[in-house]
Each structure stands twice: as structure tokens, then as C-alpha cells.
């Protein structure tokens, strides 16, 4: 049986592949939007400056994480951790990028009926239940590294 | 008039509503947290997971500790909001967690037992690779499902009323 020691887990720069995963995210999930709002503003010399509050305030970032939660279930899907642990881990990254887009799509109906819409409650909630979906597909990913490095010994 | 009394205004409190953003935040930097240690210390923190799961004291600790922070979150949402804690809410603080944790703690046994039975390189590394993703999905299931259940609750009983 070969032993798992610390050289297979220790990250180095091919073990830290999930950071450059979570900059990809971050970057075309956040940043992107962000930046192409800059683009346009310049290109049409308008003084639009929206801060990241603004541009996610129907909670936008909720559909964010839902596309996210899709990404990681699909890598856990085709790990070779045991069925069991597929499904426990897919389901809880699908109830939570669910209620994550809710948030979305909660903002949507209350704006569409003009019933009670509070943007910064649209922007609190959804960030926060982005900021789980996030951390909870960081982790997965660490796992599935690990997971991966174990299964190839 | 005079001001109403202090023990009437506490009868008069409505009852607390949670939000799922309530629990996430917190739930997040744990998550955070765990990914962390994951990283720092890759070793040692899957092997005390794995030493506290075969010394059988993993779950009772993972029972008292989201049934703390549940409680704690919860209390901190209604003294935030000045709204009365209901004891329904509470009593679903205090079972899901335990329901939760006891029946993936079976979940467990069945996935070591399925990695065992067949033949599969590494079998003892994979065990400890299997036990530590379940112990972090564990942690984030027992936190999360008795405020989902809670909102749900909320939901239907304002449809209702």
C-alpha cells in the first residue's frame, strides 16, 4: 500500500491550479461587468461610474453563483470519489446556488409587481449567499485536488 | 399616556424572521476557515479529522458545535432585530443538526464499506480522503438544512395566514 506523506499534499504551483480556478471566476463572474460598464461609459464620454454594490443590486450575483455551483457539481461529478460523496456534496452545492439564484429571482418578481424592493437587501442577500457558494466550491475543489493526487498513487 | 410597561413590550415583540443570507455569511468564513487549514496544514488537519472519526468522538463534537453556532446565529438575528425567538424555530435548531449529522454518519459507513469491499488501489488513503469530504459537507449540511427548513416554514405560514 503506498503512503500518502506530506510531498503528494503540500501545495506547490500545479497544486494551486483551484486559486487560478477561483481568479477565473472572480474575474469574468465580477470584474468583467465591472469593467465592461468602464468601457462603454468611456466609449459613450458618460460619467456612469457604477460601484459593485450598484451593478449587483437586483442580485445578479445570486444567478452568479448558480452558474458556479453547475461548474463544481460537474467536477465532482467525473472525481472518483464514491458515488455517496458525489451526491451528498452535488446536492448541498445545488441547494445552495439554488438559493442563491432565488435571491434573483426574488428581486425580479418584487420589482415586476411592485411590491416591497429593498436594493440593499437585494445586494446584502445575495452576497452573502454568493460568498457561501464560493467557499464552498473553493473547498470542494481542494478536495478534489487532494482526492486526485491520492488516486493517482 | 404612560409608557407601557417593560414585560408588555417584550409579550408585544413579533416573532423573529430569518433570512438564509442570516446563516450564510457565517457559514461562508467557516467554509473559509476549513479550506485554510486544508491548505496550511495538509496533513496534520485530515489526520486529526480521521484520529477524532476512528476514536468515535467526531460526531458528538460536530453535534455540539453546529448546535451551538446554530443557536448562537439565531439568537444574534433576533437580539439584531428586536424580535421575540420562537420555540419552534429553536426546537428545529436543536433536532435537525443531530438528525442530520446521525444519518450521514451512516451515509459514511456505507461509502467506507462500498471503498473496501471492492478492489481499489490506495484503499486506506482513499478512506481518509472520503471521510475528510464528508466531515466538511456534514458540517455545511447540519448548519444549513435547519435554516432552510426554518425559511420554508416562515414561507408557508405567511401563505397561509
Redesign the interface.
Request: glycine share 2%.
Given at each position: 500500500m503506498v503512503a500518502l506523506n506530506s510531498d503528494n499534499l503540500i501545495a506547490d504551483w500545479s497544486a494551486a491550479k483551484w486559486l487560478l480556478w477561483t481568479g477565473l471566476y472572480l474575474g469574468l463572474g465580477i470584474l468583467a461587468p465591472w469593467v465592461m460598464i468602464g468601457a462603454w461609459a468611456h466609449q459613450h464620454r458618460s460619467n456612469l461610474k457604477p460601484r459593485l454594490r450598484e451593478l449587483f443590486q437586483h442580485g445578479e450575483l445570486g444567478l452568479v453563483s448558480l452558474l458556479l455551483a453547475s461548474s463544481v457539481i460537474w467536477d465532482l461529478q467525473k472525481s472518483q470519489y464514491m458515488p455517496y460523496t458525489i451526491a451528498l456534496g452535488s446536492v448541498f452545492l445545488a441547494a445552495t446556488g439554488v438559493m442563491a439564484g432565488n435571491v434573483w429571482i426574488e428581486s425580479y418578481c418584487r420589482r415586476s409587481t411592485n411590491s416591497d424592493f429593498h436594493p440593499e437587501r437585494g445586494w446584502r442577500d445575495s452576497w452573502s449567499l454568493a460568498l457561501l457558494v464560493f467557499s464552498i466550491a473553493i473547498v470542494t475543489e481542494i478536495l478534489l485536488d487532494r482526492f486526485a493526487k491520492v488516486a493517482a498513487l | 399616556m404612560s409608557a407601557p410597561a417593560p414585560a408588555l413590550a417584550v409579550e408585544s415583540r413579533r416573532p423573529v424572521t430569518m433570512?438564509?443570507?442570516?446563516p450564510?455569511?457565517m457559514?461562508?468564513?467557516l467554509?473559509?476557515m476549513?479550506?485554510a487549514l486544508?491548505?496550511v496544514f495538509?496533513?496534520s488537519f485530515p489526520r486529526i479529522i480521521v484520529q477524532s472519526w476512528q476514536n468515535a468522538s467526531l460526531m458528538s463534537t460536530m453535534i455540539l458545535f453546529t448546535v451551538l453556532l446554530n443557536v448562537a446565529i439565531y439568537l444574534r438575528v433576533a437580539h439584531v432585530r428586536s424580535a421575540k425567538p420562537g420555540i419552534m424555530a429553536a426546537s428545529c435548531l436543536g433536532c435537525v443538526p443531530v438528525l442530520v449529522l446521525v444519518g450521514?454518519n451512516f451515509?459514511?459507513h456505507?461509502?467506507i464499506a462500498?471503498?473496501l469491499s471492492g478492489y481499489v488501489?490506495?484503499?486506506?488513503?482513499?478512506v481518509?480522503?472520503?471521510i475528510?469530504?464528508?466531515t466538511?459537507?456534514?458540517l455545511?449540511?447540519a448548519i444549513?438544512t435547519p435554516f432552510?427548513i426554518i425559511r420554508f416554514g416562515q414561507q408557508f405560514r405567511q401563505k397561509r395566514s
Open positions: - | 433570512r438564509l443570507a442570516d450564510a455569511a457559514l461562508a468564513y467554509s473559509l476549513f479550506g486544508l491548505v495538509p496533513i450521514l451515509w459514511l456505507a461509502t462500498h471503498t488501489p490506495n484503499a486506506a488513503a482513499r481518509d480522503e472520503e475528510l469530504a464528508h466538511y459537507f456534514a455545511v449540511a444549513f432552510l
